[in-house]
């Protein structure tokens, strides 16, 4: 793939030559990963020691109900921390823009979300302030507010958002680049 960097963001230009694609990898704290992952195996032999516990030996059903409710809190819990250690392990943003489409892509491994908008009515694509604070909060990944990011346009009463956690110059970078190939989609006024 030819591309071209803007920080930790990629111009594909291996696409469509009517296409611009923009690919952004989520910035990547080593020593949260190095905790987190270490943290999972910790859950998950809790995970293993409470069924061991359950289905192997007595219990009153009183510590059983107990051992039961703990056990659904810690699962959900330990899945919502795997989501995260994932998003940030190799999760990414991608912002395709032609005369047709724009697609805003969350991606990681094993899933996905995609926005898809008629390019005839998006509308006022813009760099705004970062929204950084809420981009590093746990769980912003694919579970984030499609309004997130540095980069925004409108599209009918909807406001959808790339770049989690852009530097606002990068995004006014982003967005001047962007108005050069698509002038319809610069702001009016």
């Not at 793939?1 to 704290?29: C, F, G, H, N």
């Not at 959900?76 to 795997?82: A, E, M, Q």
Request: net charge positive; proline share 4%; aromatic share 12%.
């Amino acid at each position: 793939m030819s591309d071209t960097s803007y920080s930790r963001a990629i111009l594909e230009t291996d696409t469509d030559p009517d296409t611009l694609a923009i690919r952004l990898r989520v910035k990547r704290q080593p020593v949260k990963l190095v905790f987190v992952g270490l943290w999972l195996c910790g859950w998950a032999a809790g995970e293993v020691s409470v069924l061991l516990a359950l289905f192997w030996f007595g219990m009153e059903p009183i510590v059983a109900a107990f051992m039961l409710i703990w056990l659904t809190a810690w699962t959900l819990g330990g899945f919502r921390i795997i989501t995260d250690f994932l998003w940030e392990l190799g999760g990414y943003e991608r912002l395709t823009v032609s005369d047709h489409l724009v697609t805003v892509t969350r991606a990681m491994p094993f899933r996905r979300r995609v926005t898809t908008c008629d390019a005839s009515a998006v509308t006022n694509l813009r760099a705004t302030h970062t929204d950084s604070e809420v981009a590093s909060l746990p769980g912003s990944g694919l579970k984030a507010r499609r309004d997130l990011g540095t980069l925004k346009f409108d599209y009918g009463n909807y406001t959808i958002g790339f770049g989690m956690g852009l530097d606002p110059d990068q995004g006014r970078d982003l967005a001047a680049l962007i108005h050069r190939r698509f002038p319809q989609f610069a702001p009016r006024g």
